[in-house]
């Protein structure tokens, strides 16, 4: 499963994608909001970091205007780079429309907010590179999340769908788990939570005890 990342911090990345296990990064605007960076600042940086699909979000509301802000966002990115661009774009009738008209053009699409398999179905017709079923908000509604993850890999699956699957609004470790076990494509994922993955207390206990011992070892 490839991990993606979701942020708009530029450290965050920077350190993150140090560790060699980065494939991508998603960003939306709260996310931007919550970097206090402009957009611009975040494209400048990000796509050195990072050799991989990197999700920037439109917030236009009607297709043509989807479709001319995606292409805005491509003229801020040095042409190098366009392979790595994949546009969001919200879940709609307009978004659906913007998403076939780009993916015509060749220009990858992350169709966000999918809160249902029926969505990502339709998203995934309209010809999206990427779906973004978020699981988060669906536990915090009361609903099970990972649920509509495992409706969509069976679907996909049954019909040889080449939309990729990014398991996305991560909480905990165990989302990703559950994501890997689905076999979902993607997990894109917080950075507390990428730290919360890497640790475990026996891991540190059993360092110190290790150096401890070797400490004996070499007196
Ligand atoms: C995905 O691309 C979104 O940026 C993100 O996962 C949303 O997560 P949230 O529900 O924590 O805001």
């Given at each position: 499963?490839?991990?993606?990342?979701?942020?708009?911090?530029?450290?965050?990345?920077?350190?993150?994608?140090?560790?060699?296990?980065?494939?991508?990064?998603?960003?939306?605007?709260?996310?931007?909001?919550?970097?206090?960076?402009?957009?611009?600042?975040?494209?400048?940086?990000?796509?050195?970091?990072?050799?991989?699909?990197?999700?920037?979000?439109?917030?236009?509301?009607?297709?043509?205007?989807?479709?001319?802000?995606?292409?805005?966002?491509?003229?801020?990115?040095?042409?190098?780079?366009?392979?790595?661009?994949?546009?969001?774009?919200?879940?709609?009738?307009?978004?659906?429309?913007?998403?076939?008209?780009?993916?015509?053009?060749?220009?990858?699409?992350?169709?966000?907010?999918?809160?249902?398999a029926?969505?990502?179905?339709?998203?995934?017709?309209?010809?999206?590179?990427?779906?973004?079923?978020?699981?988060?908000?669906?536990?915090?509604?009361?609903?099970?999340?990972?649920r509509v993850i495992e409706e969509i890999m069976d679907i996909f699956c049954n019909y040889?769908?080449?939309?990729?699957?990014?398991?996305?609004?991560?909480?905990?470790?165990?989302?990703?788990?559950?994501?890997?076990?689905l076999g979902?494509?993607?997990?894109?994922?917080?950075?507390?939570?990428?730290?919360?993955?890497?640790?475990?207390?026996?891991?540190?206990?059993?360092?110190?005890?290790?150096?401890?011992?070797?400490?004996?070892?070499?007196?």
């Open positions: 499963m490839k991990l993606f990342i979701d942020t708009a911090d530029l450290n965050e990345i920077k350190e993150i994608a140090s560790w060699g296990i980065l494939d991508g990064v998603t960003t939306n605007p709260t996310l931007l909001a919550k970097s206090g960076r402009s957009l611009q600042d975040v494209i400048n940086e990000i796509f050195v970091l990072v050799d991989g699909p990197i999700s920037l979000e439109v917030v236009s509301e009607k297709a043509e205007e989807m479709v001319t802000e995606a292409k805005q966002i491509l003229t801020k990115i040095p042409k190098n780079y366009h392979k790595n661009v994949a546009i969001k774009i919200p879940m709609t009738s307009e978004g659906l429309k913007a998403v076939k008209k780009l993916s015509k053009e060749e220009i990858k699409t992350n169709v966000t907010l999918i809160f249902s029926n969505q990502a179905l339709l998203a995934a017709k309209a010809g999206a590179t990427f779906v973004s079923p978020f699981i988060g908000r669906l536990d915090d509604n009361g609903q099970e999340g990972m040889d769908i080449n939309t990729e699957v990014i398991v996305a609004s991560i909480r905990h470790p165990i989302h990703v788990i559950e994501a890997a076990r979902a494509d993607i997990a894109t994922v917080p950075p507390d939570v990428l730290r919360k993955m890497l640790k475990h207390p026996l891991t540190d206990v059993g360092i110190k005890r290790f150096l401890k011992d070797w400490e004996k070892v070499t007196k």
